[in-house]
């Protein structure tokens, strides 16, 4: 088990916060066709690297758990979302759940790699960065993989290849998540190192 110290569990209940606070209002989602660009993969890994592989893990829970309600319209309207809830309520949360609080998961244990390895600003960017690409990885996979078959996406895909698909359908929406996100975890994340608030070494 992985035990919190205070100043840990502290910090994990802010970014669990700030991710509601972004959930429920514009700063988290900006919504571009069927798709959204996500912001809020930022305090997941922020959460990750102050309190470690569980607390990334509770943080990008939360954001699974608020994505998903965003497919019967709670905190948001999410178009796919509603789309493949109407298809299959159960896969629909698998496809929005897990591959968040993977990513949460995975962060905690990339952050430990980084920072021994890179100078703290680096370390943080590069932290962010891996959120933004994997939740889009984690995000897409699990769409072709569970709802690949029904007519919307077939629709959607148009006969290209799926690794086509995936690239068209993500385009400028990934890269401005992973841009953003190295931006500002790798400031956020140096200034909270500075403060002791995240364990560099």
């Known amino acids: 088990m992985n035990?919190?110290?205070?100043?840990q569990?502290?910090?994990?209940?802010?970014?669990v916060g700030v991710l509601l606070l972004m959930s429920y209002t514009p700063l988290g989602y900006m919504n571009i066709g069927p798709l959204a660009i996500s912001f809020n993969m930022i305090p997941v890994a922020i959460a990750a690297m102050a309190t470690g592989p569980i607390g990334g893990a509770i943080a990008g829970a939360?954001?699974?758990l608020t994505s998903f309600l965003q497919c019967i319209g709670v905190?948001?309207?999410s178009a796919m979302g509603a789309i493949f809830f109407s298809i299959s309520p159960w896969l629909a949360f698998v496809q929005r759940f897990i591959p968040r609080l993977l990513d949460g998961l995975l962060l905690g244990y990339l952050w430990r790699f980084f920072r021994k390895h890179m100078p703290t600003y680096f370390a943080c960017a590069f932290t962010g960065f891996c959120?933004?690409?994997l939740n889009t990885l984690f995000f897409m996979t699990a769409l072709v993989v569970l709802f690949g078959h029904t007519e919307y996406v077939q629709g959607l895909i148009n006969g290209r290849n799926v690794i086509v698909f995936v690239c068209a359908f993500v385009g400028i929406n990934a890269v401005v998540e992973m841009v953003a996100a190295w931006v500002i975890t790798g400031a956020v994340g140096t200034a909270l190192t500075k403060a002791r608030l995240i364990k560099n070494k």
């Open 75 to 77: 905190g948001g309207t």
């Open 9 to 15: 569990f502290v910090t994990l209940a802010v970014m």
């Open 131 to 133: 959120a933004a690409f």
């Open 62 to 64: 939360t954001f699974g």
């Open 3 to 7: 035990k919190f110290t205070l100043k």
